[in-house]
Nanobody
């Protein structure tokens, strides 16, 4: 059973930084894609960034490109999201997710989420 546990959220002022972590367990992830999603109050959950566990290729949504960086540590089975130059509109619950290559994010494994609040 795959388990994803996020940590690192909190309250930060605009312009500040946070680093989210996601501990992954339950299987080997060599053929997985991992991602960070976020859901703001009253809005749908949207993708923020993804990374291929093998190879490390990344994608970012336009609103965070250049400010956020997704990475993974294969030896520790950890996924990270480094968030810089944070803006109030980055406020959301952030979720870690993992899916097998070729499958849809609708069938992904999900963490419980961690709250990020950016004050203006």
């Amino acid at each position: 059973q795959v388990q994803l546990v996020e940590s690192g959220g909190g309250l930060v002022q605009a312009g500040g930084s946070l680093r989210l972590s996601c501990a992954a367990s339950g299987r080997t992830f060599s053929n997985y894609f991992m991602g960070w999603f976020r859901q703001a109050p009253g809005k749908e959950r949207v993708i923020v960034a993804t990374i291929a566990w093998s190879g490390g290729s990344t994608t970012y949504t336009d609103s965070v490109r250049g400010r956020f960086a997704i990475s993974r540590d294969s030896a520790k089975n950890m996924l990270y999201l480094e968030m810089n130059s944070l803006k109030p509109e980055d406020t959301a619950v952030y979720y870690c997710a993992g899916k097998e290559g070729g499958s849809s994010w609708s069938s992904a494994y999900w963490g419980q989420g961690t709250q990020v609040t950016v004050s203006s």
